[in-house]
């Protein structure tokens, strides 16, 4: 049965019901934790069906906007220029009908799943309050058709993740944590506010449909088009751990894993390839944006996957895959690949957030993230092993998952646009499948390894006695199995790049790349993946190779992966420590000792020395005041005689 339209309050409700749960935890259900997290999953749920019913509305007008009333918020006068209005409205098209779909979805199976995980941990509802805080956050900055606002929201979302990444602030791995991931995105924002200071400038409005159109017809020109879609990639690339800007993500694991599948597998770190898409017409116009899009996601992709390749913490292999993954969708970006880009979210938002989850499974029963003290857990843990198993095949492409047709159809786009980068992205395709299956062989198979003694947060199981995570947590995961697989399907006949079109102008729409199966890179692209597993087998499975020894021969290679690109020694030892500590804190330092309190405190000298002075006259003889009366007349006679003479 097909619904009528969603109404203009139904869709604000998407945006309202999380904040309700948030406000509910703190005025009333914060004592009461089991009900804090009933409150969060109650309103979550309830968007979701909400962003269901959005979804047929915009399947029904063929993917064009929804029509809403636009609300004004305020209005500042300017005595030099056009008034700075602020507006508050949403825009309900196919590419934000996509992504309700996906933070909804992915949101309410983590809250299910956090109801497991964080049982007992004497957080519970704050954490639910956290929770509410980031969806209602993420989901707003869907949802809103300007820029300004969508800058709110985007700020909201950096905030709410600050908090959830350093939800255990006890633990000072995770304090430091929060605050890297707090301060790198904010590099990023910092070029964001200012392409927004520029559009206001140039443009005059904040609507991103009319900037849109303004920069397709030409009213703004290409070099001013560049650096405002320059400006946004920089918030994208923090948002998205873009290199060199990918650093904290890795490092945001120190955070509860339903956190890390929410926010850093489906939809904070996607939030800025949403953003790239979502003002994708500026990129049409400023070709050398576009570029610069592509050849940074192309390096992320590469440069990330090659990491995953050494780290031994489960989840920071999962933390690495993503921002190669994510860099695979600027990169798609980029070259145009506009509807490969998201179908690649989509599918990624999906099995990205069951590894994690997974991940989190496998810990509730080990008591640790490190690979090499698991093994052996596929006959304990059959539902956890199955559904990682379904996720790790489709993030590697394999036929005929959902990553095979999202992955592919960037494949296909690179090929078309740029050779070099196509041969990036099918490097980064044998990657992927390799350090997945390494994480599979090392975690599930051959014997177990005693895992470690339980954490203190409340959610530890028995190190010497693995077992299957409770239903709460399976469940999920099994959910999560079903689009994994299936979702790709989807754009087999176009129906993703047609409801995406919609959401373009039609003079960009004209420019979308159609999906096109190709036999050759389906083919090619599989037997890469092939290959991938099959050489992780070989190190990992039966042990014919030895990691050790190819370790060893690596040599300096090996130590350039295993410090990062040595970028957290150049960002923390000598940026942070050097030139901000030592070089500017110090300068700071010295002029607020010297300059601004030897000021201040020479003043006082001064005036305290006068006074002393002035003390010594105070005889109370008057004789001496009256001496010292004629001496002021003769003195204050003489200036004005000097200063006016006759």
Known sequence: ???????????????????????????????????????TIA?????????????????????TPLAFRTHEWLTIASPVGPDLVVNLGIRLDGLTAIMLLVVTSVSLLVQVYSQGYMAGDTGYSRYYAYMSLFTAAMLGLILVDSILTLFVFWELVGLSSYLLIGFWFHKPAAARAAMKAFIVTRLGDVGFLLAIILIWVKAGTFDIAEIQELAIAGALSVNVVTVIALGI???????????????WLPDAMEGPTPVSALIHAATMVAAGVYLVARMFPLFEVADD????????????????????????????VLAYSTISQLGYMMLALGLGGYVAAIFHLLTHAFFKAMLFLGSGSVNHATNTFDMRKMGGLRSIMPWTYATFLIGSLSLAGVFPLAGFWSKDEILGDAWGEQQVLFW???SVVFLTAFYMFRAIFLTFEGQYQGGAEPEDEGHGGDAARPHESPWVMVGPLAVLAIPAALIGFANISGGIEHLLAGALPHETEAALHPFEFSWGIAIGSSAVALAG??????????????????????????????????????YEGFIVRRVLYGGVSATAAWFDTYIVDGIVNGVANVVRGAGDGLRLVQTGQVQVYGAIGVAGLLIAGGLAFLLNPL
């Not at 099959?534 to 130590?559: C, E, I, N, Q």
């Open 424 to 426: 990036v992205a099918l």
């Open 43 to 63: 309103s979550i749920a309830t968007a979701f069906l909400f962003s269901l019913w959005a979804l047929d509305s915009v399947i029904e007008s063929d993917g």
């Open 533 to 570: 597993i099959g050489g992780a087998w070989l190190f990992y499975g039966a042990k014919v190779l030895s990691a050790d020894r190819v370790r060893a021969a690596a040599g300096p290679l090996h130590t350039l992966l295993e410090r990062k690109y040595f970028l957290d020694d150049l």
């Open 289 to 316: 944006a576009r570029m610069t899009v592509a050849a940074i996601g192309g390096a992320t992709a590469l440069l990330a996957a090659l990491l995953a390749v050494v780290v031994t913490d489960i989840k920071r």
């Open 233 to 247: 990639f920089a918030g994208a690339a923090g948002k998205s751990a873009q290199f060199p800007l990918h650093v």
């Open 1 to 39: 049965m097909i619904l009528p339209e969603i109404p203009e309050g139904v869709a604000w409700s998407i945006l309202l019901l999380p904040v309700g749960s948030l406000l509910a935890i703190l005025l009333w259900t914060r004592p009461y934790p089991r009900l804090s997290g009933y409150a």
